[in-house]
């Protein structure tokens, strides 16, 4: 079954700044990855999917880019509302499990 | 709008059942498939099962195959969980999740704010 791993566990970045964060497959899902947001208190929200590709109503500064087994989500200028865990999901394989990382916690520095 | 409202958690003794429901509204709901995924306090996500628009094909994850059994009713957008031989380690909010597909096998792009399930003597 694939593993997700996501790092680092915790990236501290200030506002403004970039921050890259890392996910990778232990075996190759093709584009088949979504990132997902979560703040506390409240449900994931679906950010990327197809690598790449933003969902409806994400701000640009957001992108994604990978194939196989490495993946990387990047925001470009960090802003207040950015700070949050963010989790990569591979849809590759049938049934899904194992498919969430286990999370980056994106922190203020 | 895309609502997906769930309910029936609450406390209750290892060993014991509970049944969570998922009410969807905003779409239509026999298009798509959804999922339960769970979160423990303080741990990441969980994909717990995932079911097809007809029924036709449901999956599991391997720490609750045989103990739970998810269903859907289309003519009353609804979803549901069944969970039975409940253990400590299935203390978690449930979320259920829609799947941009009919088949279930990929990413979800609308969840509902969960329903917390605490399994405790």
Known sequence: EIVMTQSPATLSVSPGERATLSCRASQSVSSNLAWYQQKPGQAPRLLIYAASTRATGIPARFSGSGSGTEFTLTISSLQSEDFAVYYCQQYNNWPLRNTFGQGTKLEIK | ?121
């Open chain 2, 1 to 121: 709008e895309v609502q997906l409202v769930e309910s029936g958690g609450g406390l209750v003794q290892p060993g014991r059942s509970l049944r969570l429901s998922c009410a969807a509204s905003g779409f239509t709901f026999d298009d798509y498939a959804i999922h339960w995924v769970r979160q423990a306090p303080g741990k990441g996500l969980e994909w717990v099962s995932g079911i097809s628009w007809n029924s036709g094909t449901v999956a599991y994850a391997d720490s609750v195959k045989g103990r739970f059994t998810m269903s859907r009713d289309n003519a009353k957008n609804s979803l549901y969980l069944q969970m039975n031989s409940l253990r400590v380690e299935d203390t978690a909010l449930y979320y259920c999740a829609k799947d941009i597909s009919v088949t279930g096998r990929y990413y979800f792009d609308y969840w509902g704010q969960g329903t917390l399930v605490t399994v405790s003597s």
